[in-house]
């Protein structure tokens, strides 16, 4: 066997060693809840009469007689969303398979499904990452009933997964498998979408231009084809054991897709407490599951948004990662794949090229995934160098080829395009930040400009609009944290930042807001944490202000300025702001949001006050 990699293997060992108490109270609390047995057991003949009365004649009974394996449905299902309209036919073909399995499922619940793509710019974006924690939360209400022996988790984009995974997790004891959907077909290519925005942007092109651009890249059922947060998602809980094997990039209505859709049902009644291989979802993800996440996640140069996402999951699964394991992991994992915004490629092309399956097959050979986990498909991560096969309609997995496919798009550690992953922890007078750098040439790497400051994205459209942005400029975008307005994703803003860089400027963008898995070319250091709202350096700076960002040196400074002496500024909102397209009704999560580097989440959150001190270092060497 490959020896690890002595980064990966420390950095797993430190996560253990400080997740030491909060792991061993979480296992205990779900090891307790397995030895009680089925919860239903437990239930009153009224109770239990309830739970089963709408089920058919052949569900009641294998119900009520010897114990047989009940599995939740939990659907993200709606047909606004293309990534999610697929699942309208996912309960009964789920249904059918586990009774062929010698169970039965019933649909306990939905959650709800924000796109992101449709929001954005707009007030409802402002409620995209507060609704993982609804998600999780509608999860938890979901399993609640004391049915269920174990879950099928259908959901796909942004914060459905992480969310599901969550509201999953808090049920630790029993077995939960993810079922995608997967991607829609090829469309306009993401990099051609990309120039047309910008020319729209220009004036160059019409609306009715933009929008049959638009409307030629997002044109079907399945997820958007760039790597985005969805696609990121799909990688990363199949590099975690979640999902069957190869399933994450596999078109929706395809025979293949089908089939893996009944092998999920098949499999989950076989990893149930009643089955032959009980696999709870607490015991697959640990300490070795979350760095295998994250290491796929560097690998491919996937979303930002897992700072986010895989911190709050791993703390729900008594986990304690920190953004500090993100970078030190990113200097040791070579970038392998090339996908938009990284490359020209899109997931289609990616699985093409082999996919996960080659992906994990490589990082595995090379000692850079921790092989000895559980999964949802049995003991040990090799069984994801595996790809599935439909033959004569039978499903069946075979080891991926290890030759290079398309070495464009998808190459071993061997010869990597970058011999990182190109995500750096910022820090500095300005606080902490991330970044990702695998699409930012390195020539716009290093950026030492004056600021030009704005208290939304909104203001910087219309200065661009104006023509009032030229020259070189560092974009502070601050009060987008998740306690200022619940960290809306800016994406928006790449377009007009992307025309100043072309036309030779240095442009870089600091905020404490988040910035999409989609975009690319601009330096940008997001997830400013402390934020503006609670007094962050943010709150402080002022235009003209000179910034640099160093994304090679991992520092994020204000030049010549002794920020510790201006008091911050509050957000100039005025009251009320934050009311319209149901936002008024998350107002308490604002006040109980953690912090960005511990998730940005309302579980578990507490309320942040204003540091009495400066939280940020002296500038000295700096000034």
Not at 244 to 266: D, I, K, Y
Not at 292 to 306: D, I, M, P, R
Not at 339 to 347: L, Q, R
């Amino acid at each position: 066997m490959q020896e690890m990699n002595p980064t990966v293997a420390a950095v797993t060992e430190r996560i253990a060693a400080r997740s030491a108490r909060s792991r061993g109270a979480y296992l205990e609390r779900i090891r307790t809840a397995v030895m009680q047995g089925p919860a239903r057991g437990d239930l009153g003949c009224a109770n239990f009469a309830h739970g089963f009365a709408a089920c058919a004649p052949e569900e009641k009974a294998l119900l009520r007689a010897t114990p047989r394996a009940n599995v939740a449905i939990v659907s993200s299902y709606n047909d606004m969303l293309s990534a999610h309209q697929p699942y309208v036919t996912y309960p009964q073909t789920l249904k059918r398979a586990v009774m062929t399995a010698g169970g039965v499922a019933q649909f306990a619940g939905g959650v709800p499904a924000m796109c992101d793509g449709i929001t954005q710019g707009r007030a409802g974006m402002e409620l995209s990452l507060f609704s993982r924690d609804v998600i999780a939360m509608s999860t938890a209400v979901a399993l609640a009933h004391d049915m269920f022996d174990g879950a099928l988790l259908l959901g796909i984009c942004d914060k459905i997964v992480p969310g599901l995974l969550i509201g999953a997790l808090s049920f630790g004891h029993l077995p939960a498998l993810l079922v995608p959907a997967g991607p829609m077909p090829s469309g306009l290519p993401n990099r051609e979408k990309s120039r047309i925005r910008q020319q729209h942007a220009q004036g160059l092109l019409s609306r009715e231009d933009l929008l049959d651009a638009e409307a030629s890249a997002y044109h079907a059922p399945g997820t958007c084809t760039f790597f985005g947060t969805a696609n990121s998602n799909q990688l990363v809980v199949e590099a975690m054991g979640l999902q069957l094997p190869g399933s994450a990039f596999v078109n929706p209505g395809t025979p293949l897709r089908r089939a893996l859709t009944e092998a999920a049902g098949r499999r989950v009644a076989a990893i149930t407490a009643l089955g032959d291989d009980y696999t709870p979802i607490g015991e697959i993800v640990d300490e070795r599951a979350i760095v295998n996440g994250v290491v796929a996640l560097l690998a491919t140069g996937g979303s930002t948004n897992h700072t986010l996402h895989l911190v709050a999951i791993a703390a729900a699964a008594g986990i304690r990662l920190e953004w500090s394991d993100f970078d030190e992991l990113s200097r040791a994992v070579p970038l392998l794949a090339r996908i938009y915004p990284n490359g020209s490629a899109d997931v289609n092309h990616f699985h093409a090229a082999g996919g996960t399956s080659y992906l994990i097959s490589e990082l595995l050979a090379h000692g850079l995934m921790h092989e000895d986990v559980k999964t949802v498909a049995g003991r040990g991560l090799r069984r994801y160098a595996e790809q599935p096969v439909l033959e004569d309609g039978q499903l069946s997995w075979a080891p991926v080829a290890r030759e290079v496919v398309d070495a464009s798009v998808l190459r071993s550690p061997a010869e990597p395009f970058s011999p990182d992953g190109g995500l750096r922890l910022l820090g500095g007078s300005l606080g902490s930040a991330v970044v990702k750098i695998s699409a930012v040439a390195p020539e716009h790497r290093v950026v030492r400009a004056p600021a030009r400051v704005f208290d939304d994205q909104a203001h910087l459209l219309a200065a661009f609009d104006a023509g009032e942005l030229d020259g070189d400029l560092v974009a502070v975008v601050r009060f987008q944290g998740p306690r200022a307005n619940g960290m809306p994703e800016l994406h928006k803003l790449t377009p007009p930042l992307g025309i100043l860089q072309d036309r030779g400027h240095a442009v870089a963008l600091v905020t404490d807001g988040r910035m999409s898995g989609a975009s690319g070319r601009i330096p940008a250091a997001i997830h400013c944490t402390p934020e503006a709202r609670d007094g962050g350096p943010l709150a402080r700076l002022r235009d003209g202000d000179l910034i640099e960002l160093d994304c090679e040196a991992g520092t994020l400074d204000v030049i010549g300025v002794d920020l510790a002496a201006r008091e911050p500024l509050d957000n100039a909102a005025p009251a009320g702001a934050w009311a319209g397209t149901g936002r008024d009704l998350f107002d308490r999560f604002r006040d109980l949001v953690g912090r960005a580097d511990e998730g940005a989440s309302v579980i578990g959150g507490a309320p942040a006050p204003a540091p009495a001190v400066s939280p940020f270092p002296p500038i000295g060497a700096h000034a």
